[in-house]
C-alpha cells in the first residue's frame, strides 16, 4: 500500500475517534479543541494524499474509490455532529448529503457502463467550503466569526447545489446509456 492510501485509510480510522470527542464530555472542554485537531488533520491528508499520488504517478483503483468515501465520511460525519450542537440546520445537512448520494449513485451507473468520472474544480471548490465551515463551526469563536460561520454554511450549500449540476450536466450522456 502507498503513501496515499495510507493517508486515506488514516482519514477513515480518524472519523470514529472525531465523532466520539464531538459528542461526548469525556474530556471536558477539551473534547472540542480534539475534535478540531482531528478533523483539520484528516482534511490536511485529503490535500496532501492527493498532492502525492499524483506528483509520483500513484493514483490507484483502490484511490479512486476510497477517496472520495474517506471525504464523505468525514465530512458527512462533522455536519451530522453538528446539528445536536445547534451549529448547522438539519435541512442543510440534508440537502449536503443528499448531493453525495446522487453523485455517488451517478458515479456507479456511469462505471457500469464503462465511464469514468473525474472530480470537478466545483466540487474541489465545494469540499474546501464545506471543510472551512466546519472547522469554523466547530471552533465557535463568536463575534465575528459566527457571521463567517454563517456565510460559509450559505457558500458551501450553493456549491453543493452548482457542482451537482455542474456534474449532471457534464456527465448527461450517462443518463442514456444503459436505459436509466
Known amino acids: 500500500m502507498n503513501l496515499p492510501n495510507k493517508l486515506t485509510v488514516l482519514r477513515v480510522i480518524m472519523v470514529p475517534f472525531f465523532v466520539f470527542f464531538m459528542l461526548t464530555d ?8 480534539i475534535a478540531l485537531a482531528l478533523f483539520v488533520i484528516a482534511s490536511l491528508t485529503d490535500m496532501l494524499d492527493g498532492k502525492i499520488a499524483r506528483k509520483y ?4 483503483n483502490f484511490a479512486k474509490f476510497m477517496d472520495p468515501l474517506a ?27 443528499a448531493r453525495e448520494f446522487i453523485i455517488s449513485g451517478f458515479r456507479l451507473v456511469a462505471s457500469d457502463n464503462g465511464i469514468v468520472i473525474a ?10 467550503f464545506q471543510m472551512a465551515m466546519i472547522i469554523v463551526l466547530i471552533a465557535d469563536f463568536g463575534g465575528v466569526f459566527d457571521l463567517i460561520g454563517t456565510i ?8 453543493t447545489i452548482i457542482s451537482l449540476i455542474d456534474y449532471v450536466w457534464k ?10
Open 26 to 33: 469525556v474530556g471536558g472542554a477539551a473534547n472540542k479543541w
Open 57 to 60: 504517478n500513484l493514483v490507484t
Open 71 to 97: 471525504d464523505k465520511l468525514l465530512v458527512c460525519s462533522a455536519m451530522i455532529c453538528l446539528i445536536p450542537a445547534g451549529k448547522l440546520d438539519a435541512a442543510i445537512v440534508i440537502v449536503i448529503i
Open 119 to 128: 472530480a470537478s474544480y466545483w466540487g474541489k471548490f465545494k469540499t474546501v
Open 152 to 159: 460559509l454554511i450559505w457558500v458551501a450549500v450553493a456549491l
Open 171 to 180: 456527465n448527461r450522456q450517462v443518463l442514456t446509456k444503459g436505459g436509466m
